[in-house]
């Protein structure tokens, strides 16, 4: 029921729905938006968006300074803004110490509007990385610890300029289908990071399971503590034409892709309306351009367990990282 709802999902979506491009009465010269994995992909077109958009100041934050530099050359050349609009910086994120680096250069921003956490891999390779499994690590170890690092820099702001500060990670309808039995253990990490029992065919998708049950639990801590002054919430832009797939090599896929997938630039436009939406976006799954509930086993009553319990267990990781981090929750 789910992998047919997954897959309905991306067929409607790429045969009945057109996405609306980018657009907002609100003036943005005076944001300032992060962006990471913006040198290509969906990252590269949501920041040509951006851009286009009139942004102030645009951080992308990429992995390799001078792709970087040669794709910020390439959005300009394109919206005709000027070189200060967009600045390059260095992110590993799967790296604790790069994240910490980058969090606390941001935190010298004189505001911080928004935050398109882009950057995800997807393999069906078991590899280690900083003791956690790889796609972990990046895709939600990371992602969160990024999160987490910039949440006084986007309190701050919000203080300041009266703007809730957009905290945005793709998902994915994929979350229908990830392995839930992976999620039936003592401690859920250790299992992920156990490659004799580790189900890598369905890993992408179980991150992005984990990304919205963390995204759901911080939106109503936030709410019950009244602590707000963030949005954050989970996009799916859908299947698209980009390099997340790239060791998928076989010609049936290619072929299905061809058919099946948006261009990047369709599916940025999902996540830049994650940025530009409003609060009611907050802590929820979208999927066109709209709230959208997610699978079952996101909002049933197994799943408030296994969220609260998965998200203590990223706490505790996140502090053995950076101590202290949590408490800006």
């Known amino acids: ?33 992060i962006v990471t994995g913006s040198n290509t992909g969906l990252g590269f077109e949501s920041t040509r968006h951006l851009s286009r958009l009139g942004v102030g100041k645009i951080i992308m934050a990429v992995r390799t300074l001078a792709k970087g530099e040669t794709a910020k050359k390439e959005i300009l050349k394109a919206t005709g803004k000027p ?5 390059v910086w260095p992110i590993d994120m799967d790296s604790h110490d790069s994240v910490k680096a980058f969090s606390e250069r941001a935190s010298q921003l004189p505001r911080l509007d928004g935050v398109l956490a882009n950057a995800g891999i997807m393999t069906s390779e078991f590899a280690l990385s900083e003791n956690s499994e790889k796609t972990l690590n990046v895709n939600v170890i990371n992602t969160f610890l990024l999160f987490f690092l910039l949440l006084p820099t986007m309190r701050s702001s919000e203080r300041k300029t009266g703007f809730a500060c957009r905290f945005v990670i793709p998902n994915s309808a994929l979350h229908y289908i990830a392995p839930l039995a992976e999620l039936d253990a003592p401690v859920i990490f250790d299992r992920l990071n156990d490659p004799k ?12 399971l984990l990304v919205l049950y963390a995204t759901r639990e911080i ?3 936030t709410r019950a503590s009244n602590k ?3 949005i954050i919430n989970a996009p799916n832009p859908s299947w698209c034409k980009s390099d997340l797939g790239r ?7 290619k072929m299905v892709e061809k058919i099946m997938a948006r261009s990047t630039e369709e599916g940025s436009r999902t996540l830049v309306h994650g940025l530009l939406t ?44 950076a101590p202290g981090v949590t408490s800006n929750l």
């Open 228 to 230: 707000g002054s963030f």
């Open 197 to 208: 029992q580790a189900i890598m065919s369905g890993r992408y998708p179980l991150s992005k």
């Open 1 to 33: 029921m789910s992998g047919a709802h997954a897959f309905a999902s991306v067929l409607y979506g790429r045969v009945f729905v057109t996405l609306p491009v980018p657009s907002t009465t609100t003036d943005l010269s005076d944001q300032i938006i």
């Open 247 to 253: 060791e998928m090599e076989s010609s049936g896929y």
């Open 278 to 321: 409003d609060e009611t976006s907050n802590g929820q799954y979208l999927s066109n351009c709209h709230v959208q509930v997610p699978a079952k086993h996101v909002t049933n009553q197994w799943a408030q367990k296994v969220q609260k319990k998965f998200f203590g267990e990223l706490l505790g990781k996140l502090e053995a990282i």
């Open 219 to 221: 939106a109503e801590r």
């Open 83 to 87: 070189d200060s609009t967009i600045e």
